[in-house]
DNA sequence: TCCATGACCGACT
DNA sequence: AAGTCGGCCATGG
């Protein structure tokens, strides 16, 4: 019932608004909302869950590097979704951000 | 109600 | 060039 959406919610809409075989960076995503900071952004799709709709596996960090730990099978996860996109990653696992960043 | 932590980023040393 | 420190909002005990 609030009429403004809480911050969760802002960067869920603006992660979700990234297209297909194009990532962005946790930075840009804050950058676009007012008042977020980084860290909300990692903490908000942390919190989102298996069966979100949110093309959370777009978003990696500002080294154009997946942040979550090696052992989390949700970055394999990510890594799979990213390559079927058309996404493709240099020899350390890592995405050009000026080829396929969002801007 | 208060304290501590978190999928980060930028600047400084 | 690499490593360290603080800051922001939200959630949990």
Same mark, same amino acid.
């Given at each position: 019932m609030n009429k403004r959406p809480n911050v969760f919610d802002r960067l869920l809409a603006v992660v979700s608004e990234v297209p297909s075989g194009r990532v962005t960076t946790y930075g840009d995503v804050s950058a676009q909302v %007012?008042? $977020? $900071?980084p860290r909300l952004v990692g903490f908000a799709l942390a919190g989102l869950?298996?069966? $979100?709709? %949110?093309?959370?596996?777009r978003v990696v960090n500002a080294a154009g590097r997946i942040s979550l730990p090696a052992d989390t099978p949700a970055r394999a996860e990510q890594v799979k979704r990213l390559r079927a996109e058309g996404v493709r990653f240099s020899a350390d696992e890592s995405i050009d951000l000026e080829a396929f960043g969002w801007f």
């Open positions: %007012v008042g $977020t $900071t869950g298996e069966d $979100t709709k %949110v093309p959370w596996h």
